[in-house]
T-cell receptor, first 108, second 114 residues
Framework: KNEVEQSPQNLTAQEGEFITINCSYS?????LHWLQQHPGGGIVSLFM???GKKKHGRLIATINIQEKHSSLHITASHPRDSAVYIC??????????FGKGTLLTVNP | DTAVSQTPKYLVTQMGNDKSIKCEQN?????MYWYKQDSKKFLKIMFSYNNKELIINETVPNRFSPKSPDKAHLNLHINSLELGDSAVYFC?????????????FGSGTRLTVV
């Protein structure tokens, strides 16, 4: 079992819908990251969280340390949000452990 | 532009060859990483250097050897390439162990071994 589990694996939505992607982890962490990988392949860091909630534009990320769970929300989704969203956790060392990603497709 | 730069972007080579991938960052970060993304898009840490010192070395075949001439560069040399080495390799950097700092990724090197 992977230390970082994401759900769903695949998600298809209509433009304008509210999107939620979930991440659960089984190890102690110092921080959790949400990353975005577009079809072109580049990886962009969206958020880094160690507690609470962060918001950037239409994206919101939350984390519950006690429950070892994080969610990434996208409000008013748009086709340009189509990408793979990857959850990664950082332990006590420098290492990131990744989830397998969620492929989001937003149709116009 | 401040960034993590990898070269080459694409690399096609024959089995048995030796090749290198270069990575440079001008962000002033002191920690650099190599990650491998397999055909199923799963990312996994390979190596990490902090101020030119190796701090993470996952179970990677010893055909892979990282080299960090200074804290702005982390190159990856691969000997005797095998078909299974085909993947996308990402370089990344961060500001050491400060939890409040994120990671910056390079654009990836797609290695195809034929």
């Amino acid at each position: 079992k992977n230390e970082v589990e994401q759900s769903p694996q695949n998600l298809t939505a209509q433009e304008g819908e509210f999107i939620t992607i979930n991440c659960s982890y089984s190890v102690g962490i110092s921080a959790l990251h949400w990353l975005q990988q577009h079809p072109g392949g580049g990886i962009v860091s969206l958020f880094m969280l160690s507690s609470g909630k962060k918001k950037h534009g239409r994206l919101i990320a939350t984390i519950n340390i006690q429950e070892k769970h994080s969610s990434l929300h996208i409000t008013a989704s748009h086709p340009r949000d189509s990408a793979v969203y990857i959850c990664a956790v950082r332990g006590s060392n420098y290492k990131l452990t990744f989830g397998k990603g969620t492929l989001l497709t937003v149709n116009p | 532009d401040t960034a993590v730069s990898q070269t080459p972007k694409y690399l096609v080579t024959q089995m048995g060859n030796d090749k290198s991938i270069k990575c440079e960052q001008n962000l002033g970060h002191d920690t650099m990483y190599w990650y491998k993304q397999d055909s199923k898009k799963f990312l996994k840490i390979m190596f990490s250097y902090n101020n030119k010192e190796l701090i993470i070395n996952e179970t990677v075949p010893n055909r892979f050897s990282p080299k960090s001439p200074d804290k702005a560069h982390l190159n990856l040399h691969i000997n005797s390439l095998e078909l299974g080495d085909s993947a996308v390799y990402f370089c990344a950097s961060s500001q050491g162990d400060r939890v409040n700092y994120g990671y910056t990724f390079g654009s990836g090197t797609r290695l195809t071994v034929v």
